[in-house]
């Protein structure tokens, strides 16, 4: 019998598990260390070593359905937005990391908006398209499932590692700035370049963990920064705001997190990855030169103009991005330069020079701004620095991914598209649900549970026809069931934010024995994604599919996670809550 339809609610891993993802064990003399992924292994051998599997009929049922009450809303609304036919990978990371190229340092399928990259605003998101069929332009993405039957990991991680030095990136503020009134200019400046020390001193820090995994000192490091740049940040918005400005709230820019990107230089195969032809090159976008950033104090009188012209930029680049997505193998050689290069330069010297007239209106018209009109493929392979034993200040260089597989070092092997994605927003079991806010931003599992520790990491692992049950391993499922990851988000918000400065605490996950939101929460429509895989039970059997993941996690199955960005319209958001409170099934 088939178990799979209408599955339920995440289950819980073993305590016993847990309490081994949080394990770091001290480095040795030589700074070398060995790690326990998540997903109970107790040595930094590959994570795709068979121990890392598990048969899906010895894993117990373990997912618990809270029973409806009265006044539960039992409807369910689907959304089809396709498998990733059209191909749009990335390792941009929107939700977790914006404004960080690379940030994910592995592969992300997306469905649903088609322009969203690191950099997007809300309004970029709100013009695109998108793969849905109902025009929901939300987004939603998860790491990619790849088949390598080559070897990982296992003693070059641990050297990769042991060479490592760890660095605290975070995002850039004064590139996602608006425009900056005259009076609070130099105010700004001094907050910014604050921000910058803080960064400085935490990566000062960092140095103490060099070679080695410490999921305590890091969460440490990274609480005790985030809690300066939160204050500084809001001062920022404040400033800007009372000096006449119009900055909205800047939360999405105060997490930073501990990155381990070095590794990627020392692991096998980055220098053959590195000599992959440009021509190759897997991840085209369009890189434009930053503007906000270099701009003068704006006067009063010019600040509406000044930030409307800077929302046009913002437009012109993702809808340059999103064509070059669905343009894929249109034209020839000169097809990028003459269809959208060109066109995006004119359009931008236009903008550019709409921006220093208004500006000069009022005061000394800037100089220069025409130089960043020109914009480029960003599609040649870049190089991860040369590895080094001396301590450094910098994140190391991220590649791009490159050749026909999208490889990045450490995540090799084919893409394994998935057979069907089932998106559905479903209801709480103790009351109606209303509905989220647009431009809502969540998260469910957690990328790092071995660095950041495994407080928010979740089981999503199983098999069609076993939905009671879901495994931290990777599945083996008998012949003709197919590999499913289950990504439940969380089904309750604060009612004010749409995202928070550790892009969780404006959302939370309901009581998982009663099915009711935490207190000062409200029930909204809870979105579960399923992700289903046709692969060759020999190629389970032999452990050769894996998740990509960050280099420290080496593949981890408990790093499973996935992302979303709410872009459905107020009315469509609507219709969703009606039809799950009224208990239908729509679409």
């Given at each position: 019998?088939?178990?799979?339809?209408?599955?339920?609610?995440?289950?819980?891993?073993?305590?016993?598990?847990?309490?081994?993802?949080?394990?770091?064990?001290?480095?040795?003399?030589?700074?070398?260390?060995?790690?326990?992924?998540?997903?109970?292994k107790?040595?930094?051998?590959a994570?795709?070593?068979?121990?890392?599997?598990?048969s899906?009929?010895?894993?117990?049922?373990?997912v618990?359905?809270?029973?409806?009450?009265?006044?539960?809303?039992?409807?369910?609304f689907?959304?089809?937005?396709?498998?990733?036919?059209?191909?749009?990978?990335?390792?941009?990371?929107?939700?977790?990391?914006?404004?960080i190229r690379?940030?994910?340092?592995?592969?992300?399928?997306?469905?649903g908006n088609l322009?969203?990259?690191?950099?997007?605003?809300?309004a970029?998101?709100?013009a695109?398209?998108?793969?849905?069929?109902?025009?929901?332009?939300?987004?939603?993405?998860?790491?990619?499932?790849?088949?390598?039957?080559?070897?990982?990991?296992g003693?070059?991680?641990?050297?990769?590692?042991?060479?490592?030095q760890?660095?605290?990136?975070c995002?850039?503020?004064g590139?996602?700035?608006r425009?900056v009134?005259?009076?609070?200019?130099?105010?700004v400046?001094?907050?910014?370049?604050?921000l910058?020390?803080q960064?400085?001193?935490?990566?000062?820090?960092?140095?103490?963990?060099?070679?080695r995994i410490?999921?305590?000192?890091?969460?440490?490091?990274?609480d005790?920064?985030?809690?300066?740049?939160?204050a500084?940040?809001?001062?920022?918005?404040?400033?800007?705001t009372?000096?006449?400005?119009?900055?909205?709230?800047?939360?999405?820019?105060?997490?930073?997190?501990?990155?381990?990107?070095?590794?990627?230089?020392?692991?096998?195969?980055s220098?053959?990855?590195?000599?992959?032809?440009?021509?190759?090159?897997?991840?085209?976008?369009?890189?434009?030169?930053?503007?906000?950033d270099?701009?003068?104090?704006?006067?009063?009188?010019?600040?509406?103009?000044?930030?409307r012209?800077?929302?046009?930029?913002d437009r012109?680049?993702?809808e340059?991005?999103e064509?070059?997505v669905?343009?894929?193998?249109?034209?020839?050689?000169?097809?990028?330069d003459?269809?959208?290069?060109?066109?995006?330069?004119?359009?931008?010297?236009?903008?550019?020079?709409r921006i220093?007239?208004?500006i000069?209106?009022q005061?000394?018209?800037?100089?220069?701004l025409?130089?960043?009109?020109g914009?480029?493929l960003?599609?040649?392979?870049s190089?991860?620095?040369a590895?080094s034993?001396a301590?450094?200040?910098t994140?190391?260089?991220l590649?791009?991914?490159?050749?026909?597989n999208?490889?990045?070092?450490?995540?090799t092997?084919?893409?394994?598209?998935?057979?069907?994605?089932?998106?559905?927003y479903?209801?709480n079991?103790?009351s109606?649900?209303?509905?989220?806010?647009?431009f809502?931003?969540?998260?469910?599992?957690?990328?790092?549970?071995?660095?950041?520790g495994?407080?928010?990491?979740?089981a999503?692992?199983?098999?069609s026809?076993?939905?009671?049950?879901?495994?931290d391993?990777y599945?083996?499922?008998?012949a003709?069931?197919?590999?499913?990851?289950v990504?439940?988000?969380?089904?309750?918000?604060d009612?004010?934010?749409?995202?928070?400065?550790n892009?969780?605490n404006h959302?939370?996950?309901?009581?998982?024995?009663?099915?009711?939101?935490?207190q000062?929460?409200r029930?909204?429509?809870?979105l579960?994604?399923?992700?289903?895989?046709?692969?060759?039970?020999?190629?389970?059997?032999?452990?050769?599919?894996?998740?990509?993941?960050?280099?420290?996690?080496?593949?981890?199955?408990?790093s499973?996670?996935?992302?979303?960005?709410?872009?459905?319209?107020?009315?469509?958001?609507?219709?969703?809550a009606t039809?799950?409170?009224?208990g239908?099934?729509?679409?």
């Open positions: 019998m088939n178990r799979r339809k209408n599955g339920t609610a995440l289950g819980q891993t073993r305590p016993a598990r847990l309490a081994m993802a949080a394990l770091v064990l001290a480095a040795t003399g030589a700074l070398t260390a060995t790690f326990v992924s998540g997903g109970g107790g040595t930094a051998d994570a795709t070593s068979l121990d890392q599997f598990v899906i009929e010895n894993v117990p049922p373990n618990q359905n809270p029973r409806p009450a009265a006044g539960a809303s039992t409807g369910r689907t959304v089809d937005c396709g498998t990733n036919g059209i191909g749009k990978f990335s390792p941009d990371n929107p939700v977790a990391q914006p404004g690379n940030g994910a340092e592995h592969v992300h399928d997306f469905v322009a969203i990259t690191a950099n997007s605003s809300d970029d998101l709100d695109s398209g998108t793969t849905c069929r109902n025009g929901d332009k939300s987004s939603y993405f998860w790491p990619v499932v790849r088949i390598d039957k080559s070897v990982r990991g003693k070059q991680l641990q050297q990769a590692l042991a060479q490592t760890p660095m605290v990136v995002p850039s503020v590139k996602r700035l425009a009134p005259t009076g609070a200019r130099g105010t400046d001094r907050l910014l370049a604050e910058d020390r960064q400085a001193a935490a990566n000062h820090r960092m140095t103490a963990s060099r070679g410490d999921a305590a000192f890091n969460r440490e490091v990274i005790s920064l985030r809690a300066r740049r939160a500084m940040i809001k001062q920022i918005s404040t400033t800007i009372a000096a006449g400005g119009n900055q909205p709230g800047l939360v999405s820019l105060v997490d930073c997190d501990v990155s381990y990107d070095d590794m990627h230089a020392r692991m096998p195969g220098a053959h990855r590195a000599s992959v032809k440009a021509a190759q090159a897997a991840n085209p976008r369009i890189q434009c030169p930053a503007v906000r270099r701009l003068p104090g704006v006067p009063d009188r010019a600040l509406a103009e000044v930030n012209n800077l929302d046009d930029l012109q680049i993702s340059a991005n064509r070059l669905t343009s894929r193998g249109q034209g020839g050689p000169a097809f990028v003459n269809a959208i290069l060109g066109p995006l330069r004119a359009k931008r010297v236009a903008v550019l020079d220093a007239t208004a000069g209106r005061a000394p018209r800037p100089q220069g025409d130089a960043l009109a914009c480029t960003d599609q040649a392979p190089t991860p620095a590895p034993s301590p450094t200040t994140a190391a260089a590649p791009d991914p490159q050749g026909p999208l490889e990045l070092p450490g995540n092997g084919g893409i394994v598209r998935p057979a069907q994605v089932l998106i559905e479903r209801g079991p103790v109606t649900v209303v509905p989220m806010p647009k809502l931003r969540a998260l469910t599992g957690d990328a790092k549970p071995t660095s950041r495994p407080a928010n990491a979740r999503t692992w199983t098999c026809g076993f939905a009671d049950r879901l495994s391993k599945p083996i499922c008998p003709g069931s197919q590999v499913q990851r990504h439940d988000f969380p089904g309750c918000w009612g004010r934010n749409v995202d928070s400065d892009h969780r959302v939370a996950f309901a009581d998982k024995a009663t099915g009711a939101c935490p000062g929460f029930a909204i429509p809870q579960r994604i399923t992700v289903a895989y046709d692969i060759a039970r020999d190629v389970q059997v032999k452990g050769q599919y894996a998740l990509d993941s960050f280099p420290e996690e080496n593949h981890n199955p408990f499973d996670h996935n992302d979303f960005v709410n872009v459905n319209s107020a009315q469509t958001m609507q219709r969703i039809c799950i409170n009224k239908k099934n729509c679409s």
